[in-house]
């Protein structure tokens, strides 16, 4: 019999976290058996229905979408579409109605006109530093709040930091692998959601975190879910 994945209810809180206020990088990702973050380039060539179901019940939990501009580019995102059941339950839960996407962008090569800001129900974030364009700066100002995090590159920490001091301290980042690796090389990435798709890659497809600063820290795993040949695994940083 193929292994089912529970119901919502219990998936809400399989992965609910107790104490909302407390500042949380969640990173969701989705992996190949081989350690490939991608198929064609692209991550969601290795999901299936299975895997939308969890992606969406941890949208469904979180404050804010952290993304970087090039996934936003190449994965083709858009304003976030939630069910009129789950926006209900945001609400019922203290949420907004709809979590607003908060885009990582230190040259700010970002299209006004793209869906991500055209089609957002919610006034999305850009997240830059204090030397990025000026003109880019202006044109983005026009179709999302802009948040400086740093000087002249954009710092992991206080990003968390400005985020969780408007509100949002519950950040689930879906990427990319290089915004992964400074989250990581920050000591700023708090829990790890990571789908197993079975199946083997092979080529170059390159790995979850891009990064030129080696960073370890150990985790501790905290469920395992099934879902026919797909595996959804969920680790916390381990206490020091």
């Given at each position: 019999?193929?292994?089912?994945l529970p119901?919502?209810?219990?998936?809400?809180?399989r992965?609910?976290?107790?104490?909302?206020?407390k500042p949380?990088?969640?990173?969701?990702?989705?992996s190949?058996l081989?350690?490939?973050?991608?198929?064609?380039?692209l991550?969601?060539?290795?999901?299936?229905?299975d895997?939308?179901?969890?992606?969406?019940?941890?949208?469904l939990?979180?404050?804010?979408?952290?993304?970087?501009a090039?996934t936003v580019?190449?994965?083709?995102?858009?304003?976030?579409?939630?069910?009129a059941e789950?926006?209900a339950?945001?609400v019922?839960?203290g949420?907004?109605?709809?979590?607003p996407?908060?885009?990582?962008?230190?040259?700010?090569?970002?299209?006004p006109?793209?869906?991500?800001?055209?089609d957002?129900?919610?006034?999305?974030?850009?997240?830059?530093?204090?030397?990025?364009?000026?003109?880019?700066?202006?044109?983005?100002?026009?179709?999302?709040?802009?948040?400086?995090?740093?000087d002249?590159?954009?710092?992991?920490?206080?990003?968390?930091?400005?985020?969780?001091?408007?509100?949002m301290?519950?950040?689930?980042c879906e990427?990319?692998?290089?915004l992964f690796?400074d989250?990581?090389?920050?000591?700023?990435?708090?829990?790890l959601?990571?789908?197993l798709?079975?199946?083997?890659?092979?080529?170059?497809?390159?790995?979850i975190?891009?990064?030129?600063?080696?960073?370890?820290h150990?985790?501790?795993?905290?469920?395992?879910?099934r879902?026919?040949?797909?595996?959804?695994?969920r680790?916390?940083r381990?206490?020091?």
């Amino acid at each position: 019999m193929r292994a089912e994945l529970p119901p919502p209810a219990q998936l809400i809180e399989r992965y609910q976290v107790t104490d909302r206020l407390k500042p949380r990088v969640r990173v969701n990702f989705i992996s190949s058996l081989d350690g490939a973050a991608m198929h064609d380039g692209l991550s969601g060539g290795l999901n299936n229905a299975d895997d939308k179901i969890v992606f969406d019940i941890l949208r469904l939990l979180t404050d804010v979408i952290l993304v970087g501009a090039g996934t936003v580019r190449a994965e083709g995102y858009g304003g976030i579409r939630i069910s009129a059941e789950d926006s209900a339950w945001r609400v019922a839960h203290g949420l907004s109605s709809r979590p607003p996407v908060a885009i990582v962008s230190g040259r700010l090569d970002l299209d006004p006109g793209h869906p991500v800001f055209t089609d957002a129900a919610t006034r999305p974030f850009v997240l830059t530093h204090a030397a990025a364009p000026s003109d880019r700066r202006a044109a983005l100002a026009e179709v999302a709040d802009l948040i400086v995090c740093g000087d002249d590159a954009i710092d992991p920490r206080r990003m968390v930091a400005a985020l969780a001091a408007r509100g949002m301290p519950q950040i689930l980042c879906e990427g990319g692998p290089h915004l992964f690796g400074d989250l990581l090389a920050a000591d700023s990435v708090h829990e790890l959601c990571l789908s197993l798709s079975p199946v083997l890659e092979g080529g170059s497809a390159g790995r979850i975190t891009v990064g030129t600063t080696a960073a370890s820290h150990a985790m501790e795993l905290l469920h395992v879910l099934r879902a026919g040949d797909m595996l959804f695994l969920r680790y916390a940083r381990r206490a020091s």
